[in-house]
């Protein structure tokens, strides 16, 4: 009921940095694990990163270890910190909100209408 709003996608080059941002109400944020999904054209749509309510985090194998997952209790606000960015990483990517996760994926609920990432080999 209850939309997510992301913001931060743009273009950059490979290797090039971008932050992606999530806001939702408190009444989502305060008891839902939160993460993002992507999808490029004629792809699967594939989870990326999830941080549940804990603090707890997992990332799908490709993005471990460049992309960073964290969310700010205050502002009821998830970032993805996305860094080394590939052409491959090219895709729209989905807040997405929900009680259960399993591994890096969750239990969708709740979903954003998704900003554009492009990277520029």
């Known amino acids: 009921q209850e939309q997510l709003v992301e913001s931060g996608g743009g273009l950059v080059q490979a290797g090039g940095s971008l932050r992606l941002s999530c806001a939702t109400s408190g009444s989502i944020f305060s008891i839902n694990a939160m993460g993002w999904y992507r999808q490029a054209p004629g792809k699967q749509r594939e989870s990326v990163a999830v941080i549940t309510s804990g603090g707890s985090t997992n990332y799908v194998d490709s993005v471990q270890g460049r992309f960073t997952i964290s969310r700010d209790n205050a502002k009821n606000t998830v970032y993805l910190q996305m860094n080394r960015l590939k052409p491959e990483d090219t895709a729209v990517y989905y807040c997405?909100?929900?009680?259960?996760?399993?591994?890096?994926?969750?239990?969708?609920?709740?979903w954003g209408q998704g900003t554009q990432v492009t990277v520029s080999s």
């Open positions: 997405a909100a929900g009680r259960l996760t399993f591994g890096v994926r969750i239990g969708v609920e709740y």
